[in-house]
T-cell receptor, first 109, second 114 residues
């Protein structure tokens, strides 16, 4: 079966750096997405990786290793507003999105 | 209005009621989706419409009935639901289905079945 694994919950300190990991086993690969979802709100698109390597977008970066079935989202200079759930999703060979259960990130002052 | 909107935001219904959820996208997209989000579980894709044609039905019980009158509007008709159907129902849209385009989500309808 197809599976996406990510930690259920993480805690970090304001101003610090946190890395949220995602591992996947899917039937084929056509890209990996990261979304942010604040409580009670819509998931919003953060990043898309289809080739190996690091994509940087301001304070957020996303890394992909297709050979290892692995990605991470790196958040720098954490702010209280970064407290949210972070969802990892992979497009399989049929372009269907397979979703992880999300990582709840708690930022402490 | 911009983006993807959903109404109502909250809905409480009994098991014998009939209600409908509405989604509207203002992004000019051609694909629309219904997802179910339960606590601590992955998003479950329910239905996909591409250019108003239903292209995906992931073994969803018939008590959920989608309708897509045009590329901008999507409905989910609900009848004789079960308590386990209580969840957040998210609508999303994208340029075209089954491509690499990202999806844009609405804020969801929090459904409680009593």
């Amino acid at each position: 079966g197809q599976n996406i694994d990510q930690p259920t919950e993480m805690t970090a300190t304001e101003g610090a750096i946190v890395q949220i990991n995602c591992t996947y086993q899917t039937s084929g690969f056509n890209g990996l997405f990261w979304y942010q979802q604040h409580a009670g709100e819509a998931p919003t698109f953060l990043s898309y990786n289809v080739l190996d390597g690091l994509e940087e977008k301001g304070r957020f970066s996303s890394f992909l290793s297709r050979s290892k079935g692995y990605s991470y989202l790196l958040l720098k200079e954490l702010q209280m507003k970064d407290s949210a759930s972070y969802l990892c999703a992979v497009r399989d060979s049929n372009y269907q999105l397979i979703w992880g259960a999300g990582t709840k990130l708690i930022i402490k002052p | 209005e911009t983006g993807v909107t959903q109404t109502p935001r909250h809905l409480v219904m009994g098991m014998t009621n009939k209600k409908s959820l509405k989604c509207e996208q203002h992004l000019g997209h051609n694909a629309m989706y219904w997802y179910k989000q339960s606590a601590k579980k992955p998003l479950e894709l329910m239905f996909v419409y591409n250019f108003k044609e239903q292209t995906e039905n992931n073994s969803v019980p018939s008590r959920f009935s989608p309708e897509c009158p045009n590329s901008s509007h999507l409905f989910l008709h609900l009848h004789t639901l079960q308590p386990e159907d209580s969840a957040l129902y998210l609508c999303a849209s994208s340029q075209v289905a089954e491509t690499t385009y990202e999806q844009y989500f609405g804020p969801g309808t929090r459904l409680t079945v009593t």
